[in-house]
Nanobody, 119 residues
Framework: QVQLVESGGGLVQAGGFLRLSCAAS????????MAWYRQTPGKQRELVAD???????NYADSVKGRFTISRDNAKNTVYLQMNSLKPEDTAVYYC?????????????WGQGTQVTVSS
């Protein structure tokens, strides 16, 4: 059973920074594509950033140049460094793991961590 545990959320003023962490267990972490999503009430969950098992990254336009996704395969952990935070970054942030199976892949989600940016 794959488990993802996020940490690092909290309350920060606009212009500040936070680093989210997601510790994974139950799979061969280095084989997973990993991602961070976020969701606000009444809206669909949206992709913030992803990183493939090969290390390629992709970002939502709204966070390019401010957020950085990275992974440490030795620690089975993926990170999201968030700088120059804006009030519109306020959301619940979810860690996602796309785990390869015998056929296709399966998505797993963490429980979410709240990020609140005050103006």
């Amino acid at each position: 059973q794959v488990q993802l545990v996020e940490s690092g959320g909290g309350l920060v003023q606009a212009g500040g920074f936070l680093r989210l962490s997601c510790a994974a267990s139950g799979s061969i972490f280095s084989l997973n594509d990993m991602a961070w999503y976020r969701q606000t009430p009444g809206k669909q969950r949206e992709l913030v950033a992803d990183i493939t098992r090969g290390g390629s990254t992709n970002y939502a336009d709204s966070v390019k140049g401010r957020f950085t996704i990275s992974r440490d395969n030795a620690k089975n952990t993926v990170y999201l460094q968030m700088n120059s935070l804006k009030p519109e970054d306020t959301a619940v942030y979810y860690c996602n793991a796309r785990v390869p199976k015998a056929i296709g892949t399966q998505d797993y989600w963490g429980q979410g961590t709240q990020v609140t940016v005050s103006s």
